[in-house]
């Protein structure tokens, strides 16, 4: 059983970071960043609630790597007028006119999540509702990713883990895996899938380990719980995807060569992640749960030819209960 102490509001959003190794040497720091962080009496001061957060950038570029025309995060707490006594944290990432090295441009994209965690309750419901991808391409092919944002808004009953027994997300992770599993299988050249890339690492090579993941989930619950423990639980939680597969069409004023290079890029392509000789590999809408919080990603990519780095934008994350989480 949850404790009674306040509810802990926590959650944050940045529109875009990232690491750069050549044709520059830059870090990217947290672009249009905010964090919500404390209860509704610690966010309150003279002047009013802070309950409310938000940071507005634009014009952003570097070099020709990474740009946006604009940017906009906001990060939210508030007792529930639906629940009484719920709590609702939002948080809210924007990017308008994305561009990645002329491989990856959106007009917008829109990552969303908002938790109400309920008296008494551990595990809060949660929505994606407005996380979407407008006008998505990857080498100017339309990419119209499908999402699937009921993924991990049913919460299980009683009050377990989402990522805990046979849930449906976990039913739905199970089949990603697999999925992701089988199309590694002989895959050569991809820097992400080497031993110690993302797919092998993030992903475990397609493979999850269930036992280890699970045991990490609980037990790092059964820590945040215990309110006599001055520890948070860590785990690192399961990574999949709000994207259950993409459409890829062809460039319509050059239909042959379009149709070959959009051949070239469904068979580089396995639901969420797609890889592109030359460039390098995107993911787009990687959801990471945890055994209480939720962090989306809603394109990362890690480039590896013509440009060497990673980069990841539209991300937010909430987390929340009856302490603070780690820091």
Excluded at 51 to 62: C, D, E, G, T, W
Excluded at 120 to 127: D, L, R, S
Excluded at 208 to 213: G, H, L, R, S, V
Aim: charge should be neutral; hydrophobic fraction near 35%; include cysteine.
């Amino acid at each position: 059983m949850a404790n009674d102490k306040p509810h802990y509001f926590h959650a944050e959003a940045h529109a875009l970071k990232g690491n750069v190794k050549f044709p520059v040497d830059a870090e990217v720091r947290p672009q249009a960043y905010v964090k919500l962080a404390g209860t509704l009496e610690e966010l309150s001061n003279g002047e009013g609630k802070r309950n409310y957060f938000s940071q507005h950038a634009k014009n952003y570029r570097l070099e020709g790597i990474f740009s946006y025309t604009a940017a906009h995060t906001q990060v939210s707490g508030h007792e529930s007028t639906k629940h009484p006594g719920a709590s609702v944290t939002l948080a809210t990432s924007v990017v308008e006119n994305l561009n990645i090295l002329n491989v990856v441009t959106a007009d917008r994209v829109v990552a969303q999540i908002s938790t109400t965690h309920f008296p008494g309750k551990y595990v809060p419901e949660v929505t994606f509702l407005g996380t979407h991808f407008e006008h998505l391409k990857i080498a100017r092919h339309k990419v119209v990713p499908i999402l699937n944002l009921k993924l991990a808004g049913q919460k299980p009953a009683g009050d377990q883990l989402y990522v805990a027994g046979k849930t449906d997300l976990m039913t739905v992770v199970t089949r990603q895996y697999e999925k992701l599993a089988g199309w590694l299988t002989g895959r050569k050249g991809m820097r992400s899938a080497e031993p110690d890339g993302s797919l092998t690492l993030q992903y475990h090579g397609g493979a999850p380990e269930y036992k280890t993941i699970l045991s990490d989930v609980v037990t790092a619950r059964k820590i945040d719980e215990d309110v006599t423990t001055k520890d948070i639980g860590k785990s690192d939680g399961i990574t999949f995807s709000l994207v259950e597969d993409v459409v890829i069409e062809p460039i319509r004023n050059d239909i042959d060569t379009a149709k070959r290079d959009a051949k070239e890029l469904v068979e580089g392509k396995c639901g969420h992640v797609i890889h592109i000789p030359d460039f390098g590999t995107i993911f787009l809408a990687e959801l990471t749960v945890n055994h209480n919080s939720f962090h989306l990603t809603m394109i990362r990519v890690e480039m590896g030819c013509i440009a060497a780095g990673t980069g990841s934008m539209g991300v937010c994350a909430v987390n929340g209960g009856g302490k603070p989480p780690t820091p």
